[in-house]
């Protein structure tokens, strides 16, 4: 197809991020608050631009071609620069945010870190919006490559140089139980293998304490999976199962469950824990003060758990 025209309008990217993001075009016209025909003209625009279809209709759903799912990383990335030049303050003021940043949590961090941080970035930037995502190990890169996730916070994890981190502390683990139980005055390595367990698995991988604890020719017998922390101490507070926790995450369960601490009868060096964010986020003022209050909260959270 020839094309009259070299020049892009750079809004039709918008409109390609939002069908792409959610699925088609009646859910990107209300994100982006258009007429679904406006959307639509918008795409055959773009089509004829890029001489790509971009996406194929499959039951509701529009399906990104080939073409379209090599570029997007780049394109949601220069989106979210564009954005956040936009908003750029000739003197930064936090006070003066608009913008919605994504964090990539586990369970156990979103109870015990998400009331710290909201109290120490609310009286500042009050117009600012947190989003807490479950980020798979393996697309921990990408999603921050692609802008659609800021800053994560997870164990030591494999990614490129492109990926900036900080070590933030180490966390050791501890196991609770319900306040009765028989090895609730004392707990000890037999006792420990020989009992009925309670993990939690929230993707489905493999529990990464079993696996440790396998390579020392050591193995507990896991009655019951779950895909929640909360869900697994309530389930440990009402029966014999045991459950393995980070030291800080069983102190702030024990405030509100029926259970008791005790130290693991293994010893297990402590796991660090890092923050992840893209080289390309390293200098942006917002990220930057950002990226400062959530390593200040989860550090506040976990410290004094260490103690």
């Not at 926790?245 to 293994?266: C, D, F, K």
Request: charged fraction near 20%; include cysteine; charge should be positive.
């Amino acid at each position: 197809m020839e094309r009259s025209d070299s020049r892009i309008d750079l809004n039709l990217f918008r409109v390609l991020d939002a069908i792409y993001s959610h699925g088609g075009v009646s859910a990107a016209a209300r994100v982006l608050h258009l007429t679904q025909p406006a959307v639509t003209h918008a795409l055959q625009r773009l089509r004829d631009q890029l001489g790509d279809p971009l996406f194929v209709r499959q039951g509701n759903r529009l399906l990104p071609t080939e073409k379209v799912r090599t570029m997007m990383p780049a394109v949601q990335l220069h989106l979210k620069g564009l954005h956040a030049s936009a908003y750029a303050q000739p003197h930064f003021d936090a006070a003066q945010l608009e913008l919605e940043f994504g964090i990539g949590l586990r369970d156990i961090l979103e109870s015990i870190a998400l009331p710290t941080l909201l109290a120490r970035i609310g009286e500042h930037a009050p117009k600012l919006r947190v989003a807490s995502r479950r980020i798979a190990a393996d697309e921990v890169e990408r999603a921050l490559g692609a802008g659609s996730i800021d800053l994560v916070i997870d164990r030591p994890l494999r990614a490129g140089a492109r990926i900036l981190r900080q070590h933030l502390l180490d966390e050791s683990l501890v196991v609770v139980m319900r306040a009765g139980h028989p090895c609730a005055a004392q707990l000890r390595r037999g006792d420990y293998l020989g009992a009925r367990h309670v993990a939690v698995s929230p993707l489905g991988e493999a529990n990464a304490l079993d696996t440790l604890l396998g390579q020392n020719g050591m193995f507990r017998q896991v009655r019951l999976v779950c895909q929640h922390y909360f869900a697994a101490a309530e389930i440990a507070a009402g029966t014999e199962l045991l459950l393995t926790v980070p030291r800080s995450y069983a102190n702030h369960l024990a405030g509100l469950l029926p259970l008791a601490v005790r130290p693991l009868p293994i010893r297990l060096k402590a796991f660090p824990i890092f923050a992840y964010w893209h080289q390309s986020k390293h200098d942006d003022r917002a990220h930057a003060w950002f990226r400062q209050r959530v390593i200040q909260a989860i550090t506040a959270a976990i410290a004094p758990a260490r103690r």
